[in-house]
């Protein structure tokens, strides 16, 4: 009986957890042998080994041939997507209806810049650092800061919440230049006091297309220097990007494209799409990154699951929404 049984401790845990990996991507027990041999395991251990592999993942070798299967689904839209005439740029519109806009935008997961999103909109006109300033300077307010020194500054954002008064984030500001150490970002809950929620009665935003009853608690102010940068990640939700004062460029990359973005935790990506390491992420070459330069006046509809990344190019104050007049909350996985 002794003659039989195999020390297959030989193969030490990082190899063991090698050959499970593979054997649930596909790789098939002889190939995998083979490899094992060469890097001088006992063949016989070897292929015991592999073989007790595939009987313990069996399953997640179910689970992922069908991901394999998806993901061959998304690729080939991806490629219909890409060699259709709406592939090449997002558009621009003006005078958007809200029956065309949900049908052809919303209903379909396509974006649409809003040339005139803000035509009329008091903020458009009135609403720059100095005004914030001189309106609301006294009011706390929360803001991101320390981000230069932490590469997962997002993903750590717990971290870098502190408060401080408008009027000093403001002259902070505007003695910073180009810089991404500090933000005013969504839920930062400073439209909650009663003066700043003053400013709600400035902004007037499509109508037609969002419900003003829902919009204190479904508008999120952005306020920060030229520099600002927000890293690669999608919404669980459709979003409204509104630009009041300065210029920001966002780079959209479409939902279906997924399998290539490196998504390692959360609703975030892996890859710096500024300066993308293709030897750490070759499929990210894929990736089809669409570029809008979002000027003020405009509005840019983001959709629920789109891959997006933004860089402030001059002082900026932004605005998104969620409260669309149609649903708009959907059950998401990590």
Known sequence: MASHTTNLTAIPPRWIGWIE???????????????????GFDRRVAREQVARASLETRGAEKVARKLRKLEAMMAVYSDLWVNSKTGKTVERRSNLGPDEFFRSYYSVNRPVVFQDGLKGCPALTCWNPDYLKARCGNEMVEVMSGRSR????????????????????????????????????????????????????????LDNILDPARAPSRMFLWFGPGGTVTPLHH???????????????VTLIPSFQTPWIYNHIGVYSAVD?????????????????????????QVLFIPVGWWHHVRSM??????????????NDYVWED
């Open 150 to 205: 932490d590469r997962d500054y997002e993903i750590n954002s717990n971290q870098h919440k502190t408060r401080i008064r408008l009027h000093e984030f403001v002259d902070r500001i505007k003695q910073a230049g180009q810089t991404n150490d500090f933000y005013m970002v969504a839920n930062n809950r400073s439209l909650d006091s009663p003066n700043m929620q003053g400013l709600l009665n400035e902004v007037r935003i």
């Open 235 to 249: 919404d669980a939700m459709n979003i409204l990007l509104a630009q009041v004062y300065g210029r920001k460029t």
């Open 314 to 327: 001059d002082v900026s104050i932004s605005l998104s929404f969620t409260n669309f007049r149609s649903a």
């Open 273 to 297: 799409c500024e300066k993308p390491d293709y030897n750490k992420f070759p499929l990210f070459r894929k990736a089809t990154q669409l570029k809008v330069l979002l000027e003020p006046g």
């Open 21 to 39: 990996e593979n054997r649930i991507l596909g790789i098939e027990e002889p190939k995998l042998v083979d490899i094992l041999v060469q890097n």
